[in-house]
């Protein structure tokens, strides 16, 4: 007697369902397995690239970021350029991240966009300020406050951790795909639904890091000299910013909640007297001179 698939009771399970299960598998068991220790911060992260991958990374990107924002202003033709990578350069030298193995990597760029408020970071030490932020700093060590968090973003190795999360959800969403993909009305919604969990998983992530990048600012200008309370006046500037009709593109990327400053302040008291004066203070004024 033998037992032929028409014979056989029972469940059927769909062969799609099998295939997704086995891609969503793969997916969670190669994120999980690619685990490095961060060099600078001794912290498990989820990363799929070596630190020499990530600096070749942002070199490479580096000019197609700037040509998209206006491009890159030299130094020699802009005294904010230059300024721009004197404060970004003291903030690698004598501190903490300049025994970073990304210290030698860092550039710091004025991009030439007079209309987005930005600044971002990428892989590698590649870190950029758009002029229209730049032109809505006071002084020098608000400067000093929107580089140091970038800095941050670098050290704590944030975008290859972005990335290989990418890598992660849309692995997922490729099996939520098939395994839906046969069903007549749900396939569009779940795959509408794959997409919003990858966007909450890499938006979740991103408000700890934007503390984290804070916290590392705030350190760094203080190694260096600068008052620390600067940082909280740029997230004012930038709060401010956001109630005209152009929003900071920087607050899309750098999600500001009102917990986020008040951290900050918090920080500032706990750890740092309140903001303390430094030994450059608040440095130079950037309004009704070169830099303006
Ligand atoms: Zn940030």
Do not use: C
Request: aromatic share 6%; no cysteine; hydrophobic share 35%.
């Amino acid at each position: 007697m033998s037992y032929g698939e028409a014979d056989r009771p029972g469940i059927s399970i769909n062969p799609r369902l099998i295939i997704a299960a086995v891609i969503a598998l793969f997916g969670i068991v190669t994120y999980f397995a690619r685990t490095q220790v961060n060099p600078v911060t001794g912290e498990k992260q989820h990363i799929a690239m070596s630190v020499d991958q990530e600096k070749a990374l942002g070199l490479e990107a580096a000019p197609k970021m700037a040509a998209e924002m206006g491009g890159d202003i030299t130094p020699g033709r802009d005294p904010r350029a230059a300024l721009v990578q004197e404060v970004g350069r003291r903030l690698v030298e004598n501190t903490e991240a300049g025994k970073s193995p990304y210290a030698d990597n860092f550039h710091f760029h004025l991009l030439n966009d007079p209309n987005t408020i930005n600044a971002f970071a990428l892989p590698g030490g590649q870190i950029f300020i758009t002029k229209a932020l730049f032109d809505k700093l006071d002084d020098e060590a608000e400067l000093a406050g929107v580089l140091g968090h970038e800095i941050g973003h670098v050290i704590h190795r944030h975008s290859a951790q972005q990335m290989a999360k990418g890598q992660l959800g849309q692995i997922l969403s490729t099996a939520v795909g098939v395994g839906t993909s046969d069903r007549n009305d749900g396939g569009q919604s779940a795959a509408m639904a794959a997409q919003m969990a990858n966007q909450m998983i890499q938006l979740r992530y991103g408000r700890g890091d934007e503390s984290q990048s804070d916290s590392y600012g705030l350190r760094l200008m203080n190694q260096v000299g600068y008052d620390p309370r600067a940082m909280l006046d740029v997230m004012k500037i930038l709060k401010d910013a956001s109630k005209g009709d152009r929003q900071p593109e920087w607050l899309s990327s750098h999600p500001l909640p009102e917990t986020r400053i008040q951290q900050i302040e918090d920080e500032l008291n706990r750890e740092y007297g309140g903001g303390s004066k430094g030994s450059i203070g608040r440095g130079r004024t950037l309004s009704g001179n070169d830099y303006r």
